[in-house]
């Protein structure tokens, strides 16, 4: 089994010298094989927003995780 994990920290430099850290952490919001709604979380879509399916019919599901950082600095949450 897979664990992600991190040690990384930020550290914020202020223009009058003084510095902060903030640790990094890495919390898993879902795993693309996880259903949200109706769906697979890791569905796949065209640019049209139509699913895509494999040879055989089925839906394609991503196998990686891609681009799902959520990030909250000052209350504000970005994506």
Request: charge should be negative.
């Amino acid at each position: 089994m897979v664990a992600t994990t991190t040690s990384s920290k930020a550290i914020v430099t202020y223009a009058d010298g003084t510095s902060e850290e903030y640790p990094l952490s890495y919390n898993v919001l879902f795993k693309n094989t996880d259903t949200i709604g109706n769906n697979e979380a890791g569905r796949l879509y065209d640019v049209n927003g139509s699913p895509l399916f494999d040879a055989n019919g089925a839906p394609v599901i991503s196998e990686t995780p891609d681009a799902n950082s959520l990030l909250t600095v000052g209350g504000k949450h970005y994506w």
